[in-house]
């Protein structure tokens, strides 16, 4: 089975300030991993995903998370953040061949002015 | 495209009594999940259907909950009888394909609230 740890539940951050969301995930399959975020009252939205390949990710809105497999990590990272991403954001792990997506238990992101 | 809508946006109940929440996926997706967060936890999968097929039912946390796909469209969950524990969001999602790289896309959710 897999699971995801988000590591921090609140980040407060300046706006035009970067931020990093950290994720670290255990499996003893290869995995597929994804940052969703949600915005208040509304779904999650796909920011990002990693399949294979560069474990160098970009995503939406400017996001980007690198795949770490020595440190079963997936953090997700902004340069720039803007009053706009304030949302919660949840990192989730599929192991390969199953359908069954693991969340971690979120991350609360505030930009202040 | 409309995406992933689900109904009703709020519920609250009473303990013992029974909620009805159903999902309608993208038009066209074969699959079909069902999720839950409790309050300031993770978000947890409960069941998978391919197309009216139920694939996946692990994560349902007990038989007062009973989930249909009639048609392969829309979905229902049943609570029956509802108990404190019950309260959370229950969010839908949906995808084209069947294999696990395919993208979720989820609706809004269901707040549910059992007194």
């Known amino acids: 089975a897999q699971s995801v740890t988000q590591l921090d539940s609140q980040v407060p951050v300046f706006e035009e300030a970067p931020v990093e969301l950290r994720c670290n995930y255990s499996s003893s399959v290869s995995v597929y991993l994804f940052w969703y975020v949600q915005y208040p009252n509304q779904g999650l939205q796909l920011l990002l995903k990693y399949l294979s390949g560069s474990t160098l990710v970009k995503g939406i809105n400017g996001f980007e998370a690198e795949f770490n497999k020595s440190q079963t990590s997936f953090h997700l990272r902004k340069p720039s953040v803007h009053i706009s991403d304030t949302a919660e954001y949840f990192c989730?792990?599929?192991?390969?061949?199953?359908?069954?997506?693991?969340f971690g238990a979120g991350t609360r992101l505030t930009v202040k002015p | 495209e409309a995406g992933v809508t689900q109904f009703p946006s709020h519920s609250v109940i009473e303990k013992g009594q029974t909620v009805t929440l159903r999902c309608d996926p993208i038009?066209?997706?074969?699959?079909l999940y069902w999720y839950r967060r409790v309050m300031g936890k993770e978000i947890k999968f409960l069941l998978h259907?391919?197309?009216?097929?139920?694939?996946?039912e692990s994560g349902m946390p007990n038989n007062r909950f009973l989930a249909e796909r009639t048609g392969g469209t829309y979905s229902t969950l049943k609570v029956q009888p509802a108990e404190l524990e019950d309260s959370g969001v229950y969010f839908c999602a949906s995808s084209a394909w069947r294999t696990s790289t395919d993208t979720q896309y989820f609706g809004p959710g269901t707040r549910l609230t059992v007194l």
């Open positions: 038009s066209g997706h074969d699959n």
């Open positions: 259907f391919v197309k009216e097929s139920k694939q996946d």
């Open positions: 989730a792990v599929i192991g390969t061949g199953n359908n069954d997506m693991r």
